[in-house]
């Protein structure tokens, strides 16, 4: 473990020993894949407390962690907004990808751990961040590249995301997390093992470092740097004795 996962891991508990002499919900900044792996591999040394995390929707991959105590004094939210980013002429805008707006919002000075996911549409994105700096980025944000662009709060009930996602079928010789992975993102198997390996692939938000993982239909599979799939499940068996298998690539 590095100094850096040391130093979360510390952070978590005293967020929980907060929570739990406080009597209250307390939350942590959002966080990335491997620090909510860490944040899961908790549970089982703060089971007097409910462990939970969100990232404004469903499928949020960057989240935010909460400790609650089993009778909180009071029930609190997640701190956090979604802000709607659109143009203010999309005649004249350019076509802005996820990196542009990561890379707007952070010239403007916030650090990572303020920001969750940027979803990116055809005529706008959707950024979802901490409550505390969204006035901030409403009032700051005002152009990405060379577009000029409005930014306006979106409450939770007017929020409204449908995942885009490719549907992939092939045959595998078995339902392996490898070949899962070099079916999905059309790889070689080799090319994705040190993937695996070097901690970059997680299933449900956890952790997997073996290649011969065999995940279960419904199953999230995520890829650091390269997307994540659904495995959708099997569909009998080639002439050869391969297994036809369908994913969901979100797109």
């Given at each position: ?45 703060f089971s007097y407390l409910k462990m939970e995390s969100f990232g404004g929707y469903e499928l949020a991959e ?96 007017d929020f409204h995301y449908e995942p885009k996602y490719k549907e992939v079928g092939g045959t595998v010789a ?78």
């Amino acid at each position: 473990m590095t100094r850096e996962e040391q130093q979360l891991e510390k952070h978590f508990r005293d967020l929980a020993r907060t929570a739990y002499q406080r009597g209250i919900a307390v939350f942590s900044d959002f966080l990335n894949l491997n620090e909510l792996n860490i944040f899961q591999s908790l549970r089982p040394e703060f089971s007097y407390l409910k462990m939970e995390s969100f990232g404004g929707y469903e499928l949020a991959e960057r989240q935010i962690a909460v400790f609650r105590p089993e009778a909180p004094v009071f029930y609190a939210d997640y701190p956090i907004c979604c802000l709607k980013i659109t143009p203010l002429n999309v005649k004249f805008a350019e076509s802005l990808n996820h990196r542009d707006y990561l890379g707007a919002i952070l010239n403007l000075g916030l650090e990572r751990t303020c920001l969750g996911d940027i979803l990116v549409e055809d005529d706008a994105a959707y950024l979802f961040c901490l409550e505390r700096m969204a006035d901030f980025i409403r009032e700051n944000l005002t152009r990405i590249r060379h577009t000029s662009v409005y930014v306006e709060q979106v409450e939770a009930e007017d929020f409204h995301y449908e995942p885009k996602y490719k549907e992939v079928g092939g045959t595998v010789a078995s339902v392996r997390l490898d070949k899962l992975l070099a079916l999905a993102f059309n790889a070689s198997r080799s090319s994705l093992t040190g993937l695996i390996e070097g901690g970059k692939v997680f299933v449900n938000g956890k952790l997997v470092t073996s290649n011969g993982y065999e995940p279960k239909e419904g199953d999230l599979v995520s890829v650091r740097g390269m997307g994540r799939f659904r495995f959708q499940g099997t569909g009998g068996q080639s002439k050869k004795g391969r297994e036809y298998v369908t994913l969901w690539r979100y797109i």
